[in-house]
């Protein structure tokens, strides 16, 4: 038997580990090593995603109003280069949420003006 030192310390580490590995499937919640790999994998993957959550909705969001400039035909790269020249300072995800309410009186006005510029 190899001899135990530190056993409160040791098992709130853990009981840690396996708490945060509950809802893993088999031994990944069971087993502290391998629980320990995965939640090791599991936080990196949320770290780095929660930079890709960023790159992704602005994505979301251009697609969004590409589909409502090209209703009212206009491209997105245009659009965007027009409100630029007119110096209107909405950032994407306002006029994502602009188009994806179907507010066509503010997404014209908006249009309007970019063509202008």
Do not use: Q
Request: aromatic share 8%.
């Amino acid at each position: 038997m190899p001899r135990v030192k530190h056993v409160p310390a040791g098992r709130r580490r853990r009981k840690k580990i396996l708490k945060r590995a509950k809802g893993f499937f088999g031994g990944r919640h069971r087993l502290h090593r391998t629980a320990r790999e995965t939640v090791h994998r599991a936080m990196a993957y949320s770290f780095r995603d929660r930079r890709v959550k960023k790159r992704t909705f602005r994505s979301l969001w251009i697609i969004r109003i590409n589909a409502a400039c090209r209703a009212h035909g206009l491209t997105y790269s245009k659009f965007i280069a027009g409100l630029k020249k007119a110096k209107v300072e909405l950032d994407r995800k306002a006029l994502a949420d602009i188009a994806f309410r179907k507010d066509d009186a503010a997404l014209k006005k908006l249009i309007e003006v970019a063509k202008g510029a």
